[in-house]
Antibody, heavy 118, light 108 residues
């Protein structure tokens, strides 16, 4: 079964760090482009970052310089390292698989909640 | 602020047709994809590319595009279609991705 399972969310103080993981099954992470998308409580979806199969990475302006997307091919897992966290980073974070050949996300994880608060 | 603009809310009578739109300059160059999200659930892809439906998505969902506007049409809306709908595409640079602000669909 094709599946994504996020983990690593939790409560962190402003200025702190957190690393999210997204374990994939049923397909190979490195063969697809993968993204992180977040959703603040009661708000809409916000694209955060993407990593392409060739390794190129891009970030939303709101997280550039603070967040880093990466993958571990041996573990078939996607990561999001989040540093210098702010209250406005509070959200459910989803990982999603890019649909081959199209700009679309066909597989989504269930999401992991990140709360930035003192 | 989002580079893709959606109406915040739309309503439709049960069994009628509704169109949800998404506007943005980048849509002149890139297709939009559309997602349905129900409360407490992850988004689900319903339309991608020119007008493609993933397996399992009912054929009452269709997509179209003209100029800077992409549209999602639901022909014969059902009660279970009540949800938030988001469009997604690339931004004008082509390197970043962006979501529209979302449209809350109410089925009356």
């Amino acid at each position: 079964e094709v599946q994504l399972v996020e983990s690593g969310g939790g409560l962190v103080q402003p200025g702190g760090s957190l690393r999210l993981s997204c374990a994939a099954s049923g397909f190979t992470v490195s063969s697809n482009y993968m993204s992180w998308v977040r959703q603040a409580p009661g708000k809409g979806l916000e694209w955060v970052s993407v990593i392409y199969s060739g390794g190129s990475t891009y970030y939303a302006d709101s997280v550039k310089g603070r967040f880093t997307i990466s993958r571990d091919n041996s573990k078939n897992t996607l990561y999001l390292q989040m540093n210098s966290l702010r209250a406005e980073d509070t959200a459910v974070y989803y990982c999603a698989r890019g649909f081959p050949g199209d700009d679309a996300f066909d597989i989504w994880g269930q999401g992991t909640m990140v709360t930035v608060s003192s | 602020s989002s580079e893709l603009t959606q109406d915040p809310a739309v309503s439709v009578a049960l069994g009628q047709t509704v169109r949800i739109t998404c506007q943005g300059d980048s849509l002149r160059s890139y297709y939009a994809s559309w997602y349905q999200q129900k409360p407490g659930q992850a988004p689900v892809l319903v339309i991608y590319g020119k007008n493609n439906r993933p397996s399992g998505i009912p054929d009452r969902f269709s997509g179209s595009s003209s100029g800077n506007t992409a549209s999602l049409t639901i022909t014969g809306a059902q009660a279970e279609d009540e949800a938030d709908y988001y469009c997604n595409s690339r931004d004008s640079s082509g390197n970043q991705l962006v979501f529209g602000g979302g449209t809350k669909l109410t089925v009356l």
